[in-house]
């Protein structure tokens, strides 16, 4: 009988099923409900119980995400089981499509950014909703791309958002040694089916998203405008430039609004011209508020 092994995530509303061996090649699904599983009988399969919501494939693993309506710890033996008995009796995880070619062909170029230390490599599809920062290799659980570029010895820091990844280097390199070094190694990684980022290691997003509509709610309307302004107006310029805002704090007795900057816009030189002169004239505008100051917490 096949053996799967039950693994916890960082997120408590999935669990991992694992192989000893790989289930897929150079391949990841992810099904929302017995219609989109057509292609994995084992997945249909599971959609009969009640408590499952989302369905992932990937390497030498089955991860399930479920509905709060059972406690993992009541269910968990029983999904091994109902799996390892499926395996085991022959039945097909995944469909493999002969006519579908193993590589996916993408684009990948680079982008300069504000700040010299760090470049934008643009992919020609999207990789994530989620966007993350890695300031080293003991972080890169969620991220086998990040984990691998670590090992370049020239990268400092990597944030990955939408469609694209930045890239921050140490000075020992210029970017004419190594960019297409680096380009050429993101495009293979994606082509042949390595992850990005596994959604499944990020947390529970549901519950921040929920804990964040809460806390934003408890904010006083000072700093609810300050969100809401810097998410429609200055958010989407920093994206194009690699990089991402994020509020911190308000302070209303010294008018104070902390930020941290992620991506290109950490430590870039001219992070501190687009502050003051930029985001903090806007809000001083927006806001009318002549004494309203912007500082970045990890400037």
């Not at 694992?18 to 929302?32: G, L, V, Y």
């Not at 033996?77 to 062909?105: C, H, L, M, R, Y």
């Not at 990005?196 to 997003?205: I, K, R, S």
């Not at 994206?239 to 902390?258: P, T």
């Amino acid at each position: 009988m096949t053996k799967v092994t039950i693994k916890e995530t960082q997120n408590p509303t999935i669990l991992k099923f694992e192989f000893e061996d790989f289930i897929t090649q150079n391949e990841s699904f992810e099904f929302k409900n017995i219609d989109e599983a057509k292609s994995s009988p084992l997945a249909q399969q599971l959609f009969y119980l009640p408590f499952v919501k989302t369905v992932y494939i990937s390497g030498n693993f089955i991860a399930i995400e479920k509905y709060n309506i059972v406690e993992w710890e009541d269910v968990k033996d029983a999904v091994a089981e109902q799996i390892d008995t499926f395996v085991s009796n022959g039945g097909t995880i995944i469909t493999i499509d002969e006519n579908k070619t193993k590589k996916q062909p993408i684009t990948v170029y680079g982008e300069t950014t504000p700040n010299p230390a760090a470049l934008k490599f643009v992919v020609s599809r999207m990789l994530t909703k989620n966007a993350i920062e890695f300031k080293n290799i003991d972080d890169t659980a969620a991220s086998p791309l990040a984990k691998e570029l670590f090992k370049f010895s020239y990268v400092k820091e990597i944030f990955i958002d939408e469609n694209y990844i930045s890239v921050t280097k140490y000075e020992i390199n210029n970017w004419e040694e190594i960019t297409l070094e680096l380009r050429s190694f993101i495009k293979q990684f994606i082509e042949n089916g390595g992850v990005v980022l596994d959604e499944t290691m990020l947390g529970a997003t549901e519950k921040q998203e929920k804990t964040k509509t809460q806390e934003f709610d408890n904010l006083d309307v000072t700093s609810q405008q300050i969100i809401n302004i810097l998410e429609e107006y200055v958010k989407p310029a920093v994206a194009a430039d690699g990089g991402n805002i994020v509020f911190d704090s308000y302070n209303e007795s010294d008018k104070i609004v902390k930020v941290i900057l992620q991506g290109a816009c950490s430590g870039c030189p001219s992070s501190t011209f687009t502050l003051k002169s930029g985001i903090e004239n806007m809000l001083k505008s927006m806001l009318n508020d002549e004494q309203i100051q912007v500082e970045a917490v990890n400037a």
